[in-house]
């Protein structure tokens, strides 16, 4: 039964009463309607509080881009103030995104005094398009060290403010980038940004070379895939290391946990689903449309998916996602994981990157389209796209690089770190074909003329999924799976659009050669140099094998797979020189986030491994030892009264004897390389005392272990 026939079951009783105050808030579906973007200072609500020309003017810099008019900004800030008191807002802040991955703000509230022992309510222009918080506290990399503490957020009209709802007032938040007093790029949403416009300015180009009509500003469009565990908030604050890591350092696995797969698009229990429910009135109401909501493979894992939009927004919206995830779930007393790997042995969390292009002609150029122009577009799109991510590889792996996604990629859903393209077996025959010149037969499936010489026709739906590849065409879509699931999406797409317009930035040149000529003999001698040249980076198969690992090998293709190697790439010269060429990051950013990223890599890893030490010491060991000491008292009890056999006894004690003894071995270890020794000998000496430590838990009795099990943690109820 669909929601809107469910609903309409609801709205009456037996007796014909409403009923409609008691199903969880829905008041029917209108209602949906009206709470969709309550929150947000949209389009459709300037017309209410703008005069007609701000309105055109301001709609017209979120539409096509370009600068905003600063002769409107008072009277934006003026309308975005009664707005937002309207909805209860006491305060205003500048809402950024720091190279921290989270979000950061700073509260004003809009009360100014009189002069007569009392406030008037204002907010200036000057106010909404500039702050001015202090930037040396934030990691940057040394772009701002302490003593030079100015940076300064902006307002980026083209994502709306939106009103964030607290226990007794709201914030009215500003979407905003955040630079140094040098100008200095501190944050992840100003190169998106710049890589946004990096990539309109190449399709722009291809659109004339190909002789499209431009009717619009062609933008990258996103949908962000986001995974996440729920568990019971009494067994999270029961887990020091789930509070202060995100993932537990210690927990044998339980019997049963994801091999049935029968938790997976299961019926969703009562608990999660008022979860969920509460959820996505929540990011309703903040205009991000939240579409698809499931149970995922493991259990205790869920997932949510919103409608494709605007890159820029998508990303804003997904760490909105976030926040209020963890902020309804403590509401229902629950705790949401969006660590990458909370859980060892079962699957991780990841965000998948759904990537695509809307042109200036107002359509896919992902998809193959229902003319030989459109699919002639569409294969210099996907050829651009293997260009990309064979050659800019290393780079994507990179971008999704933590310490947190190390534990992931490779292991169980999660791609391997070798970033391959999947395109189907129908694209691939195609573009086969055309590396050979002349073929024009397509496999089975509804096809296109392509109308391009020698060029053989496209099927309309060109792929089947693959769940093991990082990078995966899924019909009008590149998938890039192996982003993480706590990451902000903007550093994978600040990388995906600069690399693509890379490639474009190459193909355009090579075909504005032929400017008069004929094109389709240009566009076919491109893409056959460009199928023959990047092929290697295509892979149909189970990325999970390690077969596949050698045949990459012998390609020649990247297998980076820790973070420290792959964070490497972004210091390299011709990498630098491509982000600068193209506006989206200069030598120095592209260094200070190779500096930032490695120190919360290592940062995360010393305080990992220091708690793993604590918490065996001071929490584990101690009940082993209990344990340990009542199993002698008792065998020494049992020979004595009874004269008892107790040789299979005996023999545990043994065995949690020698694991007792190892685990102090193995605990002195870790504390000894913790403060100074390298990446991989701390993971090692953490790895072995986990092993030992799990295997103990096995031993010792349920109530004597002081921490909740896996079993416990994941099986909610």
Same mark, same amino acid.
């Given at each position: 039964?669909?929601?809107?026939?469910?609903?309409?079951?609801?709205?009456?009783?037996?007796?014909?009463?409403?009923?409609?105050?008691?199903?969880?808030?829905?008041?029917?579906?209108?209602?949906?309607?009206?709470?969709?973007?309550?929150?947000?200072?949209?389009?459709?609500?300037?017309?209410?509080?703008?005069?007609?020309?701000?309105?055109?003017?301001?709609?017209?810099?979120? +539409?096509?881009?370009?600068?905003?008019?600063?002769?409107?900004?008072?009277?934006?800030?003026?309308?975005?103030?009664?707005?937002?008191?309207?909805?209860?807002?006491?305060?205003?802040?500048?809402?950024?995104?720091?190279?921290?991955?989270?979000?950061?703000?700073?509260?004003?509230?809009?009360?100014?005094?009189?002069?007569?022992?009392?406030?008037?309510?204002?907010?200036?222009?000057?106010?909404?398009?500039?702050?001015?918080?202090?930037?040396?506290?934030?990691?940057?990399?040394?772009?701002?060290?302490?003593?030079?503490?100015?940076?300064?957020?902006?307002?980026?009209?083209?994502?709306?403010?939106?009103?964030?709802?607290?226990? @007794?007032?709201?914030?009215?938040?500003?979407?905003?980038?955040?630079?140094?007093?040098?100008?200095?790029?501190?944050?992840?949403?100003?190169?998106?940004?710049?890589?946004?416009?990096?990539?309109?300015?190449?399709?722009?180009?291809?659109?004339?070379?190909?002789?499209?009509?431009?009717?619009?500003?062609?933008?990258?469009?996103?949908?962000?895939?986001?995974?996440?565990?729920?568990? %019971?908030?009494?067994?999270?604050?029961?887990?020091?290391?789930?509070?202060?890591?995100?993932?537990?350092?210690?927990?044998?696995?339980?019997?049963?946990?994801?091999?049935?797969? %029968?938790?997976?698009?299961?019926?969703?229990?009562?608990?999660?689903?008022?979860?969920?429910?509460?959820?996505?009135?929540?990011?309703?109401?903040?205009?991000?449309?939240?579409?698809?909501?499931?149970?995922?493979?493991?259990?205790?894992?869920?997932?949510?998916?919103?409608?494709?939009?605007?890159?820029?927004?998508?990303?804003?919206?997904?760490?909105?996602?976030?926040?209020?995830?963890?902020?309804?779930?403590?509401?229902?007393?629950?705790?949401?994981?969006?660590?990458?790997?909370?859980?060892?042995?079962?699957?991780?969390?990841?965000?998948?990157?759904?990537?695509?292009?809307?042109?200036?002609?107002?359509?896919?150029?992902?998809?193959?389209?229902?003319?030989?122009?459109?699919?002639?577009?569409?294969?210099?799109?996907?050829?651009?796209?293997? @260009?990309?991510?064979?050659?800019?590889?290393?780079?994507?792996?990179?971008?999704?690089?933590?310490?947190?996604?190390?534990?992931?990629?490779?292991?169980?859903?999660?791609?391997?770190?070798?970033?391959?393209?999947?395109?189907?077996?129908?694209?691939? %025959?195609?573009?086969?074909?055309?590396?050979?010149?002349?073929?024009?037969?397509?496999?089975?499936?509804?096809?296109?003329?392509?109308?391009?010489?020698?060029?053989?026709?496209?099927?309309?739906?060109?792929? %089947?999924?693959?769940?093991?590849?990082?990078?995966?065409?899924?019909?009008?879509?590149?998938?890039?799976?192996?982003?993480?699931?706590?990451?902000?999406?903007?550093?994978?797409?600040?990388?995906?659009?600069?690399?693509?317009?890379?490639?474009?930035?190459?193909?355009?040149?090579?075909?504005? @050669?032929?400017?008069?000529?004929?094109?389709?003999?240009?566009?076919?001698?491109?893409?056959?140099?460009?199928?023959? @040249?990047? +092929?290697?980076?295509?892979?149909?198969?189970?990325?999970?094998?390690?077969?596949?690992?050698?045949?990459?090998?012998?390609?020649?293709?990247?297998?980076?797979?820790?973070?420290?190697?792959?964070?490497?790439?972004?210091?390299?010269?011709?990498?630098?020189?491509?982000?600068?060429?193209?506006?989206?990051?200069?030598?120095?950013?592209?260094?200070?986030?190779?500096?930032?990223?490695?120190?919360?890599?290592?940062?995360?890893?010393?305080?990992?491994?220091?708690?793993?030490?604590?918490?065996?010491?001071?929490?584990?060991?101690?009940?082993?030892l209990s344990y340990q000491g009542g199993l002698a008292e008792t065998i020494k009890a049992v020979e004595t009264s009874n004269k008892g056999k107790v040789a299979e006894t005996r023999k545990i004690l043994k065995e949690v004897t020698a694991l007792t003894e190892t685990a102090w071995e193995q605990i002195a270890k870790l504390e000894k390389a913790s403060p100074g020794g390298s990446a991989e000998k701390i993971k090692s000496a953490m790895e072995e005392l986990r092993e030992t430590i799990d295997t103990l838990e096995g031993y010792v009795p349920a109530e004597t272990w002081p921490l909740p099990?896996?079993?416990?943690?994941?099986?909610?109820?």
């Open positions: 039964m669909g929601a809107r026939s469910r609903i309409s079951e609801l709205a009456v009783n037996e007796k014909g009463e409403s009923t409609m105050e008691t199903v969880a808030g829905i008041t029917g579906v209108s209602s949906i309607q009206d709470i969709y973007g309550s929150n947000v200072f949209s389009l459709k609500t300037m017309r209410n509080y703008l005069s007609e020309k701000a309105y055109t003017s301001l709609s017209k810099t979120i +539409k096509d881009g370009g600068k905003l008019d600063p002769g409107i900004a008072d009277e934006v800030a003026d309308a975005m103030k009664t707005w937002a008191l309207s909805k209860g807002a006491t305060h205003y802040t500048h809402w950024f995104q720091p190279l921290t991955g989270l979000t950061a703000e700073k509260h004003d509230s809009f009360i100014s005094p009189d002069g007569e022992g009392g406030v008037v309510l204002e907010f200036s222009g000057s106010e909404l398009t500039q702050g001015e918080p202090d930037a040396s506290s934030f990691p940057s990399g040394g772009l701002r060290p302490t003593f030079e503490a100015r940076g300064y957020t902006g307002w980026d009209p083209t994502s709306p403010a939106f009103i964030k709802e607290g226990p @007794k007032a709201a914030t009215l938040c500003i979407p905003t980038y955040f630079v140094g007093w040098k100008g200095e790029a501190l944050d992840k949403k100003t190169p998106l940004l710049r890589s946004m416009k990096a990539l309109n300015k190449q399709i722009e180009r291809l659109a004339k070379v190909l002789g499209i009509k431009c009717t619009q500003k062609p933008y990258a469009t996103l949908g962000g895939e986001q995974e996440y565990f729920l568990i %019971d908030r009494n067994y999270y604050n029961q887990r020091i290391d789930l509070v202060q890591t995100g993932r537990t350092l210690y927990g044998k696995e339980p019997a049963k946990h994801q091999q049935m797969a %029968d938790h997976y698009f299961g019926a969703i229990k009562d608990r999660v689903i008022a979860f969920m429910e509460d959820f996505d009135r929540e990011m309703w109401k903040l205009g991000a449309p939240s579409k698809t909501r499931h149970n995922e493979v493991a259990p205790a894992q869920y997932e949510i998916a919103p409608i494709f939009e605007n890159q820029n927004l998508a990303v804003d919206h997904n760490m909105l996602c976030m926040e209020v995830m963890q902020r309804v779930a403590k509401r229902h007393g629950l705790a949401c994981l969006l660590h990458e790997k909370p859980f060892a042995g079962v699957n991780g969390s990841g965000k998948h990157n759904n990537w695509s292009v809307t042109g200036p002609d107002g359509k896919n150029w992902f998809s193959p389209g229902s003319s030989p122009h459109e699919n002639e577009r569409f294969l210099i799109m996907v050829a651009a796209v293997l @260009k990309a991510v064979d050659e800019g590889a290393a780079l994507l792996r990179a971008g999704v690089a933590s310490a947190a996604n190390d534990h992931r990629l490779g292991s169980h859903e999660a791609p391997p770190a070798i970033i391959s393209v999947y395109l189907g077996e129908q694209l691939t %025959d195609i573009i086969e074909q055309i590396e050979k010149g002349g073929a024009r037969s397509s496999k089975a499936g509804g096809t296109l003329e392509v109308g391009v010489d020698s060029l053989p026709v496209l099927p309309r739906h060109a792929s %089947d999924r693959n769940r093991t590849s990082p990078f995966a065409f899924t019909g009008s879509k590149f998938e890039f799976r192996a982003v993480g699931s706590s990451m902000s999406l903007a550093g994978p797409n600040v990388i995906l659009n600069t690399i693509v317009a890379d490639a474009i930035d190459e193909i355009c040149t090579e075909l504005e @050669k032929s400017s008069g000529q004929n094109i389709n003999k240009a566009v076919q001698k491109v893409l056959q140099d460009i199928i023959k @040249k990047h +092929k290697r980076v295509i892979f149909n198969g189970d990325n999970y094998t390690e077969e596949w690992a050698k045949e990459a090998k012998k390609r020649g293709l990247p297998n980076l797979k820790t973070t420290p190697e792959a964070l490497a790439v972004t210091k390299d010269a011709k990498v630098i020189a491509m982000f600068e060429r193209h506006g989206v990051l200069t030598k120095t950013e592209m260094i200070s986030r190779y500096d930032v990223y490695m120190e919360t890599y290592n940062t995360i890893l010393k305080y990992e491994s220091d708690l793993a030490a604590q918490m065996a010491k001071n929490m584990i060991m101690p009940a082993v099990s896996y079993a416990e943690m994941l099986f909610l109820s």
